[in-house]
């Protein structure tokens, strides 16, 4: 139960077609706003413990017009009963339907932190109703997503043959996801009463660090301190339970670790439900499992009274995240991603983690970059010289895999980027508009060890410093540790028989310092066509573990439409030039990368980049 809106600019989001139920003021069962008055009596009902729905006294005190947003109005009314005198408006009673002479008037929605008397502002049922669009957009997605991710380099071979390499963005793992959500929300004056956010098996410090973004999204993480159910669903039997003032939980992450948001049923017609009387986290279309939930207490408390619950069987999917509520389907099962995380422990134990993460293009990556960082540091250290290697894959229901590889060494935060090695493909695998994509699991075997890994690169030599057009040369690289170790490398060069520059420089280095290189000239190109390219792009994004090669020429390129033309002609420029839509889609490059080399993986991390100047000789040199 929160008090927040939206900004103006929040993002866009595609429409899906349900049934509607007919408009509220057209229907003798719903109590239309504009006949609320001042001191009319009305019934609430919820649940304070257990499965026992109870009844509590409304008092209406008014309707406020436009306090939640532009033609967005509540209902001002104040509550009364004895298990209210108790808790006040307590956290969970989102939703908590309130009739009026027996007739349906709206949900309990939002409450005043800190206020002595039990006030709450009740969304109208004509809003709720309202979540489920009356007729679907062309083409629409059923899923909210985002498409701006950042695509840079090439993706597709150029005129000389190379496939150019794709590069994520420096800010493309779940920060940026996180810090998008974070923009969906802004302060209103009845700000600081929060929707609780209940985790079990997620790292109390982990989840201390993601309070912020949490918190910023109008939740409140509460540790649970009940095992939740993970039966699947066995039919009418428990659907047949679910009633108005019924409690309900939307199941973010569940099995061996527990993410989830509850609130109150308000509305049931056949088998479409209305909950909440506000937003969760505005994804409009979505698909998110939720179960029935039993109370096991309502908890006083003089900042927000809370309920703790358990989760019962997944019931059905919420389709509808809206601001006036939401909506979902009994009996309809929303897919999640089944993740199976493997841990070669520092202790010299092995850890078995068995979870499903709602698969959701805006919550999907956030959610498993955090349970990979709290199975993690639950027996890892967090500080400290710690090495993690990964290996594992994101298999997808077409049969495509995208591989997990990496290894990660630092004295802080191992943990963290080993979440984000997953979250990131992840990221734009859910996001890249590919309608049909299914997540079939993740599977992750991590290995931990307690000392650093890290090679650092020191000396680059090769065959030759004079070379031909055509040539192979062997490029070595030698690399120390910090117990003074040497590592030695070698990487098979070949010069293109195109080349026609009189020096070129080969720079030779980690994956992360030569993405940095490579982002100093790129701007962001066209992103993958369908989604094999897709998957064969991340498959090939650069990691830690190996080391890489770029030879590159001085003279200027530019890339269209995915594709590069190092060293263009003179008239096939002013050709492309003169013609305005050709060239607003050009691309240039102060340079041309001819050629791009890596080595075979290694059990380091490796650091650091040097650069060798080769001078081209011509046949009669």
């Known amino acids: 139960m929160r008090l927040q809106r939206l900004p103006g600019y929040s993002v866009v989001l595609l429409f899906c077609l349900f049934p509607v139920p007919a408009q509220a003021v057209n229907n003798p069962q719903f109590f239309p706003v504009s006949q609320v008055r001042p001191g009319m009596k009305g019934v ?36 009364s009963g004895p298990a209210v005198a108790q808790t006040g408006v307590a956290a969970g009673m989102s939703g908590s339907p309130v009739y009026v002479d027996g007739k349906l008037l709206g949900a309990v929605a939002r409450a005043f932190p800190f206020a002595k008397e039990p006030y709450t502002l009740i969304t109208p049922i ?50 940026e996801w996180a810090s998008l959500l974070s923009r969906w929300t802004s302060g209103t004056a009845f700000e600081g009463f929060r ?11 982990v989840m201390s660090g993601y309070s912020p973004v949490f918190r910023e999204l109008g939740f409140e993480p509460i540790q649970a301190a009940v095992i939740l159910g993970t039966s699947p669903v066995k039919g009418s039997a428990a659907i047949s339970q679910v009633t108005p003032g019924s409690m309900i939980s939307v199941m973010l992450v569940r099995g061996d670790l527990n993410l989830n948001v509850d609130c109150t049923v308000t509305y049931l017609q056949g088998n479409h439900l209305y909950a909440c009387g506000h937003q969760l986290f505005t994804l409009g279309p979505a698909d998110v499992p939720f179960a029935e939930t039993r109370v096991l207490a309502t ?18 999917s919420i389709r509808q995240d809206r601001f006036g509520g939401i909506y979902g389907v009994l009996g309809k099962m929303a897919p999640t991603i089944p993740v199976h995380l493997f841990v070669n ?73 080993a979440g984000a090695t997953v979250a990131t493909p992840l990221s734009y695998l859910l996001n890249g508009q590919f309608s049909h994509l299914r997540v079939r699991n993740i599977e992750l075997h991590v290995t931990v060890l307690n000392q650093s890994r890290a090679a650092t690169l020191e000396q680059v030599w090769s065959t030759r410093s004079e070379v031909r057009p055509g040539d192979q040369i062997v490029v070595t690289a030698m ?69 890489y090669a770029l030879l590159m020429t001085p003279q200027r390129s530019f890339i269209m439409e995915g594709t590069e033309y190092p060293s263009p002609p003179p008239s096939l420029l002013q050709t492309f030039m003169a013609d305005p839509a050709v060239s607003s889609k050009l691309i240039y490059r102060a340079s041309s990368v001819v050629g791009d080399f890596e080595t075979s993986p290694t059990s380091y991390s490796i650091e650091g980049e040097q650069t060798l100047y080769l001078k081209v000789l011509s046949g009669t040199d």
């Open 44 to 79: 609430g009902r919820t649940i304070f413990q257990g499965n026992k729905i109870e009844d509590f006294q409304v008092e209406l005190i008014g309707v406020l017009k436009n306090v939640l947003g532009p033609k967005q109005d509540a209902i001002l009314a104040k509550l």
């Open 126 to 175: 004509q809003e709720m109703l309202a979540v489920v669009p009356r007729t679907p957009e062309p083409g629409a997605s059923s899923v909210a997503s985002v498409s701006t991710l950042p695509w840079y380099d090439s993706v597709s071979p150029g005129p000389s043959g190379l496939e150019a390499r794709w590069i994520p963005g420096p800010h493309s793992g779940p920060a």
């Open 195 to 205: 929707l609780p956010l209940h985790f079990s098996g997620f790292a109390q410090n």
């Open 299 to 316: 908890i006083p408390s003089l900042y927000t009274s809370e309920k703790v619950d358990e989760p019962g069987p997944v019931i059905g």
């Open 345 to 417: 422990s520092s202790l010299g134990r092995t850890l078995d983690y068995s979870f499903q993460v709602s698969q959701q293009p805006l919550l999907s990556p956030l959610l498993v970059n955090l349970s990979i960082v709290s199975a993690l540091s639950s027996s890892e250290r967090m500080m400290g010289p710690t090495t993690v290697d990964l290996n594992g894959r994101i298999a997808l229901a077409d049969g495509e895999d995208v591989k997990i590889e990496d290894v990660l060494s630092s004295h802080f935060g191992s943990a963290g980027s």
């Open 479 to 547: 690399e120390r540790t910090p117990s003074g170790k040497t590592v030695i490398q070698k990487i098979p060069v070949t010069i293109p028989a195109s080349v026609s520059a009189k020096t070129l420089s080969l720079v030779v280095g980690s994956g992360e310092a030569l993405n940095a290189l490579q982002l100093q000239f790129l701007r962001p190109g066209t992103p993958p066509r369908n989604l094999h390219q897709l998957v064969r792009e991340l498959n090939r994004t650069r990691r830690n573990n190996r080391l």
